[in-house]
């Protein structure tokens, strides 16, 4: 099982960016798909982006498509996410985790999700 520390959440206001990143321990990261999901207080989790094994294929949700980025570097076992145009509504905590098929669009398809990082935007 991978281990999954997510850091790079802060406060930011909105139509700011920030970038979150996810390191991952094992030598088998490159085996698996990784994507990113967000939980708001009192809401389900929501999926976010996925990326292949490789890093050459991306899928988003309609919700951050055109102002999130999902990248990985396979070298460095970590996987980022761009957000760039933040809004009030992004504001939840955002966990990486581990698939084990590409694209996988369903939160709870996924392995554990990390702990994750607190992001907060404000108007």
């Known amino acids: 099982q991978v281990q999954l520390v997510e850091s790079g959440g802060g406060l930011v206001q909105a139509g700011g960016s920030l970038r979150l990143a996810c390191a991952a321990s094992?030598?088998?990261?490159?085996?698996?798909?990784m994507g990113w999901s967000r939980q708001a207080p009192g809401k389900e989790r929501e999926f976010g982006a996925t990326?292949?094994?490789?890093?050459?294929?991306?899928v988003y949700a309609t919700s951050v498509k055109g102002r999130f980025t999902i990248s990985r570097d396979n070298a460095k076992n970590t996987v980022y996410l761009q957000m760039n145009t933040l809004k009030p509504e992004d504001t939840a905590v955002y966990s990486c985790?581990?698939?084990?098929?590409?694209?996988?669009?369903?939160?709870?398809?996924?392995?554990?999700w990390g702990q994750g990082t607190q992001v907060t935007v404000f108007s």
């Open positions: 094992g030598r088998t990261f490159s085996s698996y798909s």
């Open positions: 985790a581990a698939g084990l098929s590409f694209p996988t669009v369903t939160a709870s398809a996924y392995e554990p």
């Open positions: 990326i292949s094994m490789s890093g050459t294929l991306t």
